[in-house]
């Protein structure tokens, strides 16, 4: 006992020694290396991904089984759609997903999958564009993905998910197929634990606002 005491106090000497010959600038500059890091840490841009994105064969994500080169006669190269989905495949519990306009056959099939392995899925959508014909949240709903949608004025305009509560994606795009091929958009996918809760917090608020039992498509007369 009295040699481990003595140990400490001997580690106690030295970090004060330490201390002091940093001086209080030493160690005003030794904890804002420690923050940093610490911050650095805690929040990363992960990637960047634009659009446009040339058509490229995806079958190699949607059944790693099958041996290419498949049939599409594609180019079976790396796009942001690909990259895309690879984060959107990495989910192994959950995935939250906010999209205002969803059409795109391949982001359909990604999430498809997922809900197939045992992923929890939920799904908020604009009620005017999950209506509009090649809109893919009738097939997903079909499927079993929990699906919830506005009914007021105004579009319920998000473009986000989140994977296993740790990572966010969100941008510009709209996931559809003209979005990703034609138009000038772009996503951003954070490791922010700041960030992530604020999206989730907000998810969590317009699932709960969406509530079916909520709705009022017939409201009575007075």
């Given at each position: 006992?009295?040699?481990?005491?003595?140990?400490?106090?001997?580690?106690?000497?030295?970090?004060?020694?330490?201390?002091?010959?940093?001086?209080?600038?030493?160690?005003?500059?030794?904890?804002?290396?420690?923050?940093?890091?610490?911050?650095?840490?805690?929040?990363?841009?992960?990637?960047?991904?634009?659009?446009?994105?040339?058509?490229?064969?995806?079958?190699?994500?949607?059944?790693?089984?099958?041996?290419?080169?498949?049939?599409?006669?594609?180019?079976?190269?790396?796009?942001?759609?690909?990259?895309?989905?690879?984060?959107?495949?990495?989910?192994?519990?959950?995935?939250?997903?906010?999209?205002?306009?969803?059409?795109?056959?391949?982001?359909?099939?990604?999430?498809?999958?997922?809900?197939?392995?045992?992923?929890?899925?939920?799904?908020?959508?604009?009620?005017?564009?999950?209506?509009?014909?090649?809109?893919?949240?009738?097939?997903?709903?079909?499927?079993?993905?929990?699906?919830?949608?506005?009914?007021?004025?105004?579009?319920?305009?998000?473009?986000?998910?989140v994977v296993d509560k740790t990572v966010l994606i969100t941008g510009s795009l709209n996931w559809t197929t003209?979005?990703?091929?034609?138009?000038?958009?772009?996503?951003?996918?954070?490791?922010?634990?700041?960030?992530?809760?604020?999206?989730?917090?907000?998810?969590?608020?317009?699932?709960?606002?969406?509530?079916?039992?909520?709705?009022?498509?017939?409201?009575?007369?007075?």
């Amino acid at each position: 006992m009295w040699a481990t005491t003595t140990a400490v106090s001997w580690k106690t000497l030295g970090l004060a020694s330490l201390l002091l010959a940093l001086g209080l600038e030493g160690v005003t500059r030794l904890l804002l290396f420690v923050l940093r890091g610490r911050q650095q840490r805690r929040s990363s841009a992960s990637e960047v991904l634009f659009f446009p994105a040339p058509p490229t064969c995806t079958e190699a994500l949607l059944r790693p089984s099958r041996p290419l080169p498949c049939a599409c006669g594609l180019p079976h190269t790396e796009s942001s759609l690909s990259r895309l989905m690879l984060r959107l495949l990495s989910a192994r519990r959950s995935l939250e997903l906010c999209i205002f306009s969803f059409s795109n056959p391949q982001l359909a099939r990604t999430v498809l999958l997922l809900h197939r392995r045992g992923v929890r899925v939920r799904l908020i959508a604009d009620s005017d564009y999950m209506a509009v014909k090649g809109s893919q949240v009738g097939v997903l709903r079909k499927a079993g993905i929990a699906v919830r949608h506005d009914q007021h004025i105004g579009y319920m305009h998000h473009k986000f998910a989140v994977v296993d509560k740790t990572v966010l994606i969100t941008g510009s795009l709209n996931w559809t197929t003209q979005a990703i091929q034609t138009n000038r958009e772009n996503i951003l996918i954070l490791e922010d634990v700041t960030v992530v809760k604020a999206f989730m917090e907000e998810f969590e608020r317009i699932w709960q606002e969406y509530d079916p039992s909520t709705y009022e498509f017939f409201p009575a007369k007075k």
